[in-house]
């Protein structure tokens, strides 16, 4: 199982892979536009899209250990997200697409 963790630290959102610092992203890249909310409701794939480039910048741990992640159905194969701020609540995480597809089905 792959466990990101999302923390709010002001002005920024840390992410960690199972316990181990991957990257940063500024808090302010969760903000919704009146154009992110209409594009939501037209596509909810485009606020995945976004979703997923914070949470795996290429090149970052977080999108090598989702790389490593097995194909599969059983734990192993899972991948946990852990909010650590009420902020963080308010996104659609369970949105997530890579481009082709959803990560949560």
């Keep these: 199982m792959l466990t990101l963790?999302?923390?709010l630290t002001s002005p920024d959102v840390t992410v960690h892979?199972?316990?181990v610092e991957s990257h940063r992203f500024p808090f302010s890249a969760l903000?919704?536009?009146r154009e992110d909310i209409e594009a939501f409701r037209e596509a909810?794939?485009?606020r995945g899209q976004h979703l997923y480039r914070l949470l795996f910048p290429p090149g970052s741990p977080a999108a090598?250990?989702?790389q490593a992640l097995p194909l599969?159905?059983?734990e192993s194969g899972r991948?946990?997200?852990?909010?650590?701020?009420e902020a963080l609540h308010a996104e659609p995480w369970e949105y997530l697409h890579d481009?082709?597809?959803?990560l949560a089905t």
């Design 79 to 85: 991948l946990a997200l852990q909010l650590e701020h």
């Design 31 to 33: 903000r919704w536009s």
């Design 72 to 74: 599969t159905t059983d």
């Design 64 to 66: 090598r250990a989702l």
């Design 44 to 46: 909810p794939s485009t």
């Design 17 to 19: 892979v199972n316990g």
């Design 5 to 7: 963790t999302l923390s």
């Design 99 to 102: 481009g082709q597809t959803y």
